[in-house]
Nanobody
Framework: QVQLVESGGGLVQPGGSLGLSCAFS????????MGWYRQAPGKQRELVAA???????NYADSVKGRFTISRDNAKNTVYLQMNSLKAEDTAVYYC????????????WGQGTQVTVSS
């Protein structure tokens, strides 16, 4: 069974940076597309960034130029580096995994809180 464990959330001031990590276990990491989603209070969960098994990336318009998603297939880990953080980035961030044959997310992490506030 695939497990995703996020780490790295916390409180940061506006304009600051934070890095998230997601450790993958239970299957072959390299065949999964990975992603980061977020959900703010009262809002729907939204895609923040995604990366294919080959390393191609895509981002929500709201985070382009500020966030970077990456993966290390040797460490079975996906990362999200967040720079120039804004109050509106405050949310619970979830790691996701999708088999290349799936059209939807197959597995979710438990989520990690990111709060941007002075």
């Amino acid at each position: 069974q695939v497990q995703l464990v996020e780490s790295g959330g916390g409180l940061v001031q506006p304009g600051g940076s934070l890095g998230l990590s997601c450790a993958f276990s239970g299957s072959i990491f390299s065949i999964y597309a990975m992603g980061w989603y977020r959900q703010a209070p009262g809002k729907q969960r939204e895609l923040v960034a995604a990366i294919t098994k080959g390393g191609s990336t895509n981002y929500a318009d709201s985070v382009k130029g500020r966030f970077t998603i990456s993966r290390d297939n040797a460490k079975n880990t996906v990362y999200l580096q967040m720079n120039s953080l804004k109050a509106e980035d405050t949310a619970v961030y979830y790691c996701s995994a999708r088999r290349i044959t799936s059209s939807a997310v197959d597995y979710w992490g438990q989520g990690t809180q990111v709060t941007v506030s002075s």
